[in-house]
């Protein structure tokens, strides 16, 4: 698929260009670091990987060819000073997106991947391919940005507003500061709320060894990265619902195989208002209130389309891992 689309989108204009795809090859070079090298023109700057890029003797190539012709190649090989390098073959597709503004900004940058998030999810239900994901989401995929500008002179002006767009593809200046990419970095221990090394890998040992690592906690990490890189907290709110569901309903089963007469619920309302004062009796009285709350804003997200706020989706996911740790306690 390749070509242009002009639309209009949140109250602007813009186009939309879709390359054909083209082979790429993407390199882990590891214990290797990026260094600057001299450049012929002395106000300009490279890079290169640290250790040299030639061949040795311990090398590992594998090709595979498609139906259609392309190959796909891999190759695992040992470069200078213990360094070891892998390359493998991928796909890259070209999108740009083209949106006229007063200049250059972070919220512009957002706009148009909102665009072009916009554009995919058409693409996706006209097409039926869900192997296309949207940008950013935590299935999605994570692109390079290279942000660039044209300045317009007044002959640029007096032409239609598509033809304007349309050669902002073809004369425009890329900023050297604003290549970057989505991928996340990872994150050293301070810069993650309340982290505590020791006590973590504990638990991280804990659950591996054991095998106890139940589905909601999948979910609800789901939930929060709906939450914290979409800021999609409709969805957040719905997935950390689901994962609530699960937990209690684990609960129940629990206590039902240590000869609690418990009967089926077949609604989450009952099991939030009678099984658990049943079982807990006025120990829950807090949390059952809470988890009202949290299921009220879940509904009105489900029958009334309603978009939860940032401080409403917190107030749940917080209302959820309360629960889960009242749940871990009682096992």
């Known amino acids: 698929m390749a070509g242009e689309a002009y639309f209009d989108y949140e109250g602007f204009r813009v186009v939309v260009g879709i390359g054909k795809p083209m082979n790429s090859v993407n390199t882990l070079s590891v214990n290797d670091r990026i260094i600057t090298v001299t450049h012929d023109n002395s106000e300009g700057y490279k890079y290169d990987f640290e250790a040299s890029r030639q061949t040795g003797n311990n090398q590992i190539c ?3 060819k498609w139906d259609d012709g392309s190959i796909d190649v891999s190759l695992l090989m040992d470069t200078d000073n213990e360094h070891t390098q892998f390359s493998s073959s991928s796909i890259t597709t070209l999108v740009r997106i083209a949106v006229e503004a007063d200049g250059l900004s972070k919220g512009l940058e957002i706009k148009s991947l909102n665009v072009l998030n916009h554009f995919i999810r058409v693409y996706r239900y006209a097409t039926r391919d869900t192997s296309v994901k949207e940008v950013d989401f935590m299935t999605g995929f994570k692109p ?5 500008f044209k300045q317009y002179e007044q002959h640029h002006l007096i032409k239609d507003t598509d033809i304007r767009i349309r050669e902002l593809f073809d004369d425009w200046e890329p900023d050297a500061q604003r290549f970057t990419s989505l991928q996340p970095r990872n994150l050293a221990d301070h810069e993650l709320p309340n982290f505590d090394r020791a006590k973590f ?6 659950d591996l060894t054991t095998g106890d690592f139940p589905s909601w906690r999948v979910t609800i990490m789901r939930a929060y990265e709906m939450a914290n890189e979409q800021n999609n907290y409709s969805a957040a709110v719905l997935e950390s619902f689901i994962a609530l569901e699960q ?19 077949e609604s989450i309302h009952h099991v939030i208002t009678e099984a658990l004062p049943y079982l807990f009796s006025k120990e829950v009285d ?15 997200v489900v029958h009334n389309a309603y978009k939860p706020t940032d401080v409403e989706c917190s107030e749940c996911l917080s209302i959820a891992d309360e629960a889960f740790n009242f749940c871990d306690a009682k096992i």
């Open 62 to 64: 594998n090709a595979v």
């Open 144 to 148: 390079f940005i290279v942000t660039g």
């Open 286 to 300: 807090d949390l059952v209130k809470r988890l009202l709350r949290f299921k009220k804003i879940r509904n009105d």
């Open 247 to 265: 937990s209690l309903h684990n609960l129940l089963n629990v206590y039902r195989a240590k000869d609690h007469k418990l009967k089926k619920y």
């Open 201 to 206: 890998t504990s638990n991280i040992a804990y």
